[in-house]
């Protein structure tokens, strides 16, 4: 192999890997095609070439700076697919040619409680997001699975088992954010049979909330703001369906359920929901707005000791188990796949409550 004079180091090692992307360059500018480069490969580190990157709400909320704090140009996605391409000599769990997986996390502290406990999610130090996170490393900014390749630590990499077909990966992408971020708060609030839960919202979180509450033997109640999802819903796992935007069908279900997983990304009553618990029930914020909730009524809380609880993502450890889960069930997202040209349009009509359920790309639409 060709050496560089004076350096000594194969000249394939020190070009540079560029990979084509989307990002956006603003947060009233709409996400175009972009060139990156990705770091060479550390010795733990995997990469990867994705196949297919799920859209979540948070990549639009990030790309449109509705949280602030976002850093332009933005490449979102994690909600990542693909097949090991590369390993650092470090690498024991993965080869070239598995199917793996990606999420939210690329990196934590691993030393503090919560990554000692697998909680990388609740890293105490601060986890490294997937996008719009700062490497430790190198201290620069994280981009994400809007492209054609990604180099990943392998602790922050999942297998995909083998349970899953080819065809379904597409599917299997929206786990890693929609899928994860539904199943952690129904294992911790321990629901199962004889459990009442209750999903309120069916995009992208809410129609796999659906589906795992359900197979997890659980009575689930949808509550949509969509007259025309309840046939959906119904398919999707949902014994029952109430209209939120009609008093009458949400009142039947005043103190009845156990658990409520909110996943609305826009500001809206609480108190609507809070109701609907039983004594020493919980609404577990999903959804993440750009605008606060308003403040909630104190006596909703305080008459039935009624809790409001948020949770984020979760563990690598947990989220290895909810894939397994996954296929063991037969448990796939429902999907509209697009090309990534088409991904401004998908932002709008996520906006609009249509999505059905979930927008993947097709990252071949990108090469
Ligand atoms: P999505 O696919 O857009 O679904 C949100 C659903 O909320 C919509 O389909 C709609 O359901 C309902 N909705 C939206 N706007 C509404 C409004 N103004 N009033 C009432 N209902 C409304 O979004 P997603 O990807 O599931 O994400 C949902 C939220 O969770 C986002 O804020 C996202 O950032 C956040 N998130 C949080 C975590 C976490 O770790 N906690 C992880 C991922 C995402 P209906 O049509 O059925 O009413
Ligand atoms: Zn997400
Ligand atoms: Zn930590």
Wanted: contains cysteine; charged residues 25%; hydrophobic residues 35%.
């Amino acid at each position: 192999m060709t050496t560089v004079k004076g350096l000594g180091a194969p000249v394939a090692e020190l070009q540079k890997n560029s990979v084509k992307a989307y990002a956006t360059q603003g947060a009233d500018k709409p996400l175009a095609p972009f060139n990156l480069e990705r770091r060479k490969l550390r010795p733990h580190d995997v990469q990867i070439e994705i196949l297919y990157c799920g859209v979540c709400h948070s990549d639009l909320h990030t790309a449109r700076n509705e949280w602030k704090g976002t850093t332009y140009p933005c490449v979102p996605g994690h909600e990542i697919v693909g097949k090991v391409t590369k390993i650092g000599p470090e690498v024991k769990n993965f080869k070239e040619g598995d199917t793996v997986a990606v999420g939210c996390l690329v990196d934590s502290c691993r030393t503090c409680s919560s990554c000692k406990e697998n909680l990388e999610n609740y890293c105490e130090v601060g986890f490294v997001l997937t996008y719009n996170g700062i490497d430790k490393h190198d201290k620069t900014v994280t981009y994400g699975g809007y492209s054609t390749q990604i180099v990943v630590d392998d602790h922050f990499v999942l297998h995909v088992p083998k349970g899953f077909s080819e065809k379904e990966l597409p599917g299997v992408a929206p786990l890693l954010c929609a899928g994860i971020t539904t199943y952690s708060p129904l294992r911790h609030w321990k629901v199962g049979k004889g459990s009442k839960v209750g999903v309120v919202g069916l995009g992208g979180l809410g129609h796999m909330a659906v589906k795992l509450a359900h197979a997890m033997g659980a009575q689930v109640v949808l509550f949509t703001s969509s007259a025309n999802k309840t046939a959906d819903a119904k398919r999707l796992g949902a014994d029952e369906v109430a209209l939120t935007k009609n008093p009458q069908d949400l009142k039947k279900y005043a103190n009845s359920l156990d658990l409520i997983l909110n996943t609305v990304s826009a500001s809206h009553n609480l108190d609507t929901y809070l109701e609907l618990l039983k004594r020493d029930g919980t609404m577990c914020m999903l959804g993440a707005p750009e605008h606060p909730h308003p403040s909630p009524t104190v006596q909703n809380l305080i008459f039935k000791r009624r809790n409001i609880a948020g949770s984020i993502i979760g563990g690598l450890k947990e989220t290895q188990e909810m894939l397994d889960f996954c296929a063991k069930h037969h448990i796939t997202s429902d999907i509209e796949i697009i090309p990534i040209q088409k991904i401004n349009e998908a932002y709008e009509r996520m906006l609009k409550s249509d999505v059905k359920y979930r927008f993947v790309i097709d990252i071949a639409s990108l090469k």
